[in-house]
């Protein structure tokens, strides 16, 4: 199985060429430290930063400068720094190519829910539903199943939902999956030493497994 690194790195790989690229929460920012050579992007934080860079080494961190998550980052050259307000005008306006999110559930029908857990408390939704409702592509990072043993990859969501029908791809420490149109995840690779088996015990939600599923490519 894939640590939360591996999810990052298999997820830098759909990360293409000039693209604008918001990361979430959790281990959508691992992808930052795994932007493939010769890739140029630039990456948006909600809280008001276009051009962020990889997480910076000990020792060197700028406690004013954080993403979305709170954790200390850098800068590229060129980049910018401005209110929360104009970065969710680009958001909301889709200049944003790709949204990385984590989840705790999708459904087979692409949709999310990733803010709330009730009867725990939240400080609030934080961005995740302005990014739902405008970004032009979704991938989403998360753990296939919960520490229970219990599939997060669902006929349809129970917990509180974020966006209906806007998620495009999968990415968990098992595969990666496609998520249909007319509904169903879509199994495209395994990751290393996992079977397809092992995937469709994992997934309670409609699996669809079409010919010989390669093995994840990770270098």
């Not at 959790?26 to 930063?49: K, M, W």
């Not at 997060?152 to 420490?173: A, H, M, N, Y």
Request: hydrophobic residues 45%.
């Amino acid at each position: 199985m894939l640590d939360k690194n591996g999810i990052a790195k298999r997820i830098a790989k759909e990360i293409k060429d000039g693209y604008y690229v918001n990361l979430g929460i959790g281990i959508p920012t691992l992808c930052a430290n795994y932007i493939p050579q010769g890739v140029n992007v630039v990456l948006q934080s909600e809280n008001g930063i276009l051009g962020m860079g990889p997480f910076p080494f000990e020792g060197d961190e700028d406690a004013d400068l954080i993403n979305a998550g709170k954790q200390t980052v850098t800068l590229l050259p060129g980049a910018a720094i401005f209110d929360s307000a104009l970065s969710f005008g680009m958001i909301r306006a889709q200049k944003v190519n790709l949204t990385i999110l984590g989840a705790m559930e999708v459904s087979e029908n692409g949709d999310i829910a990733n803010w709330k857990i009730p009867g725990k408390m939240v400080k609030g939704m934080g961005g995740a539903m302005d990014l739902v409702a405008s970004a032009k592509n979704i991938i989403v990072a998360m753990q296939h199943v919960n520490k229970a043993g219990e599939s997060k990859l669902l006929p349809s969501c129970t917990l509180p939902i974020t966006g209906l029908r806007c998620v495009k791809k999968i990415v968990t420490e098992l595969g990666v999956l496609d998520v249909l149109p007319e509904g169903g995840f879509k199994l495209l690779e395994r990751a290393p030493g996992i079977s397809v088996e092992h995937i469709q015990n994992a997934t309670a939600g409609k699996l669809i497994v079409d010919g010989e599923i390669p093995e994840m490519i990770l270098d």
